[in-house]
């Protein structure tokens, strides 16, 4: 039953920092609440973590939050399938497999890490687009953004600029 256990732990953190096109950094409290090793045994089978790649030099330069850009704290969504491959409006095409974000005034191209308070995760993502358009919403992120924080359809965030 542990082994079970520590096999469903490890899929859910691997799930959680990884998607199928690019790796995804998880922050260092979420990495230094699971120890992994190169490889895990089970029985006679052995699943190799070659591929897991954990930066332990996750601290980035938090510049200091601008009220002209709205509240800093509050309730985020994401966009996914309906939007795939259309234009943005920094004239992007939008990836949902991609890092990114919709906020109404951040500059397009700005480093944003975004916390999900209920769990500690964060996720730095880019703004390639406008949005959300739903009043009380700060932030709309990619599927592949909401998944590395391990948000459901919406959650209380915090934004933070990043260098």
């Given at each position: 039953?542990?082994?079970?256990?520590?096999?469903?732990?490890?899929?859910?953190?691997?799930?959680?920092?990884?998607?199928?096109?690019?790796?995804?950094?998880?922050?260092?409290?979420?990495?230094?609440?699971?120890?992994?090793?190169?490889?895990?045994?089970?029985?006679?089978?052995?699943?190799?973590?070659?591929?897991?790649?954990?930066?332990?030099?996750?601290?980035?330069?938090i510049l200091p939050w601008?009220?002209?850009?709205?509240?800093?704290?509050?309730?985020?969504?994401?966009?996914?399938?309906?939007?795939?491959?259309?234009?943005?409006?920094?004239?992007?095409?939008?990836?949902?497999?991609?890092?990114?974000?919709?906020?109404?005034?951040?500059?397009?191209?700005?480093?944003?890490?975004?916390?999900?308070?209920?769990?500690?995760l964060s996720v730095v993502?880019?703004?390639?687009?406008?949005?959300?358009?739903?009043?009380?919403?700060?932030?709309?992120?990619?599927?592949?953004?909401?998944?590395?924080?391990?948000?459901?359809?919406?959650?209380?965030?915090?934004?933070?600029?990043?260098?």
């Amino acid at each position: 039953m542990y082994r079970l256990i520590t096999i469903f732990l490890v899929i859910l953190f691997l799930g959680l920092c990884f998607n199928e096109q690019q790796h995804v950094m998880c922050s260092k409290d979420a990495v230094d609440s699971l120890i992994i090793s190169d490889t895990i045994k089970i029985d006679s089978s052995q699943i190799e973590l070659d591929s897991l790649v954990v930066n332990e030099d996750t601290t980035e330069t938090i510049l200091p939050w601008n009220p002209k850009y709205g509240p800093s704290t509050g309730e985020a969504s994401w966009y996914g399938p309906g939007f795939q491959g259309k234009k943005t409006a920094s004239g992007r095409r939008y990836d949902m497999y991609e890092l990114t974000a919709a906020h109404r005034t951040l500059p397009f191209d700005t480093k944003v890490k975004v916390t999900l308070l209920n769990t500690g995760l964060s996720v730095v993502v880019t703004i390639t687009d406008r949005g959300p358009f739903i009043r009380g919403r700060i932030i709309d992120l990619s599927k592949a953004s909401k998944n590395a924080i391990g948000m459901g359809g919406t959650g209380q965030v915090k934004i933070e600029i990043v260098e």
